[in-house]
């Protein structure tokens, strides 16, 4: 039977979400697909590379949003968190996708991002620095948040003020994202 | 012969540049101190707690700075940088123990990025959200660059333009940082 890339990708995304980044091996992996690991090298060079299409598969539902540039910020990230949160380790996994460049779905969210701060007026030398701050900021609260939810889950004892039920997380994140776009407003010449 | 909280903190610490986070266990450390398990136990209750323990050693050259809000907001961000960049998998590690609420070192932090965003004009309610804004700046920033720096000294192959060699990251997080705290001054009542 053909192995198909795709399946490939859908496999390591079920393994992802049952046992977490730490047992998303290229031999664990195979075992679930019953294959030798060869055939996994076949569609993936290295284990960045299926980390990269596995993040490409979590991102799939952040898709363009129309809008002004306030907006599709605040939408995008808005999505991108959601995406992170809906698989396990998911910012964790995304963001060493992001940092190796391995992730399709991360440069064109950094794209729109861009397009998004220069649409606000910032120079082209900088809609691409301000992008990737907006960026930043959403994985590391997502990374922050995930954890916490993920120990919640996991019965760990927190101390009360990091529980996230204490407080309301879409909220906080919003703020700093309209922190960041009035960041991005200020440093814009053209005056909205 | 006694066992030193301080020298289990240090072993950790020595383990951790050697070997990274992964390799950074409760057995492991105590095979390296000769000792056993429960030995380390008597210092930490859980791992978490000894994480936070390494996340503080890291943090210590992050100290007080005096000048204006925002310096204060920049400086106290070069230093956190600085810091977590020192170790092997820093931001990791105190990224884990903020989320899990364990490092004293970054709840200082925390409580000084407040204080300077009150010093800004933010009110009272949202300063701490603004602090926090800035810290998942920083930690997303400094994991992303981390990463790279060491896959680079790995040898692992990564596309070109992801290599941290060909820009300036501390001018770009110069930048993001510029763009944060103009962020944080159009949300203050208070004109600079």
């Given at each position: ?7 490939v ?6 393994l ?11 031999r ?13 090298y ?10 990269g299409?596995v ?6 539902s ?5 809008g002004?540039?306030s ?23 995304v ?12 440069t064109?969210?950094l ?18 620095l ?5 960026v930043?900021?959403?994985l590391?609260f997502?990374?922050?948040e995930q ?10 004892e927190?101390?009360e ?8 997380p ?5 703020f ?9 407003s ?7």
């Amino acid at each position: 039977m053909q192995l198909h890339k795709r399946d490939v990708v859908e496999a390591a995304t079920t393994l992802l979400d049952s046992y977490g980044i730490a047992d998303l091996t290229m031999r664990r992996l195979a075992r679930e697909l019953d294959v030798s690991p060869g055939a996994l090298y076949w569609h993936f060079a290295n284990k960045q590379q299926l980390l990269g299409a596995v993040a490409d598969r979590i991102l799939e539902s952040v898709d363009d949003v129309p809008g002004s540039w306030s907006d599709r910020i605040a939408r995008i990230c808005g999505r991108l968190r959601d995406a992170l949160l809906s698989h396990t380790d998911g910012a964790e996994l995304v963001s060493a996708s992001f940092a190796a460049g391995q992730s399709k779905a991360m440069t064109l969210i950094l794209t729109r991002l861009t397009n998004a701060a220069a649409d606000a007026g910032v120079d082209a030398a900088h809609a691409g620095l301000a992008a990737r701050t907006v960026v930043y900021y959403v994985l590391g609260f997502t990374a922050d948040e995930q954890s916490r939810l993920q120990w919640d889950a996991a019965g760990a004892e927190l101390p009360e003020e990091q529980s996230v039920l204490t407080e309301d997380p879409s909220a906080r994140f919003a703020f700093g994202l309209a922190l960041l776009v009035a960041g991005i407003s200020a440093r814009s010449p053209r005056v909205l």
